[in-house]
């Protein structure tokens, strides 16, 4: 065949792994796999596939939307016990991503018109889920926590073939303890013991979280996600926050551009009501000892704890005299102690059964309202590389327009470092790759100022109602 003369002006060839369009993706293949090892691919039928990450929950979870008309269903058959295998990855953003599902459930299964295909949900879940619905855990435990997670996880979880797992990261936690685990599953276990951790770098962060992102398991706090560094800034509202387009069709996209423009932004609300009823804020905990027939208190109050731990913004979202933080009464702790219940009590310790109750009990749930108590949920260009758990920033221009001189300020209550807490990942067959993200935070870049003060003594009416 004889070479063809490159004509004039024309484009070089596209690279096959470069970013080219908006919402790229390369998915390579959704396969459906039986017990006996028969395979089929689904890439045609595939309409929509959503696969969930989230920092609370312990497993990935996922939906593919199907438009059949193979009948699959019946004549492959599923039947609960196959896997689904897709791999996809953005391109020239990191490697590829394979991911073995157990499909759990088939949902309404509903012909189109033409009678001759239909349209039904298929349900998946990592098949770490059914491993643990099969686990019993009854086993006593003396030691830290993370090591008995590290067990659990070890002759629970982390099967022997195709679904083993592993536990990237098991953060060390402090103090002794003496556990009992009554028979329980082993997310349940971990889940359990997550609340009575206490970080070993700071034993007043009890954040502790057992979750699964597309790499792997995490038992962590989530206090030392604050120390890393940021790996995206997310703008919204600024006139250079857009998607890039291409100068040409075979010219690569820049993806960073494309990456930081936040597309759609929910700005949630705060409940502070229910927060001051789960104790978000203060709360106390009454220690009852029923060798020696005596009790102790001790309070915990937000504001006292916000400083000698690590935070995302510096400044607490609460002022300094706020009406919630000096309320112990809000939330009352009971709990049961025995003196030398474990033998006799060494200087570390009383072995009473309940050491170290009164710094975990009351932070656990208080330190996760907290984090959640300010959150934005964000629409974004699919990118492979992020992972709940993430450090980014959110940039978001006041919601008042611009000022005098043309200029734009910053919404301070919303910009600022968070979290990315949950990840859903839509890869549509017409639409590509797009991600909404949940982002979280405990803090704010400036300080939160009151406009009506309430500390100014009698001639306050409110004031005198809230103290």
Known sequence: MPDFPTLPNSSPTANPEAYLRLNDVRLRDISVVSQNGQDMSIMNQYAVFEITEDLFQNNLSGVISNIDASNIVSNFPLTGEEFLIISFGTPGSSE???????????????????????????HVVCPTF?????????????????????DIFTNHINGEEASRKKLITNEATSGEQHLIIP???????????AKRAMSENNPKSCDYVFYQDLDGFH??????????EVSQTYIFGADNAIDFIRDDPNSQINMQKSYQNIRKLVASGFDRSKETMWGAYSSNVMIHDIVTK????VDYKYLDDFDQKSSLNNNPIMSKGNIYSN????????????????????????????????????RHDAQLLQLCSSSIEIDVAGDTSRRVGDKVTAIVNSFEGVDQQGRVKLDHLITGDYIITKIKHTIHKTEGHKQKMKLCKESNIEPTSRNLSIDSGP?????????
């Open 327 to 362: 309320k112990p009464n809000s939330k009352k702790y009971f709990v049961p102690s025995h003196l030398n219940l474990y033998g006799e009590p060494s200087e570390s310790e009383e072995n009473s059964g309940t050491d170290g109750i009164e710094n975990w009990l009351p």
């Open 294 to 297: 005596s009790y102790s208190k």
């Open 96 to 122: 590829e991503i394979e991911l073995l599902f157990l499909i759990d459930k088939v949902i309404d299964r509903a012909p189109l018109k033409n009678k001759q295909s239909q349209f039904y949900d298929i």
């Open 130 to 150: 059914l491993l643990n619905l099969f686990s019993d855990v009854s086993k006593s435990y003396t030691g830290t926590v993370s090591n008995a997670v590290k």
């Open 219 to 228: 038992f962590r706090s989530i206090s030392s996600l604050f120390d890393k």
């Open 459 to 467: 001639s306050s009416d409110i004031g005198n109602i809230l103290q």
């Open 183 to 193: 028979s329980w599953n082993a997310f349940t276990s971990i889940n359990w013991l």
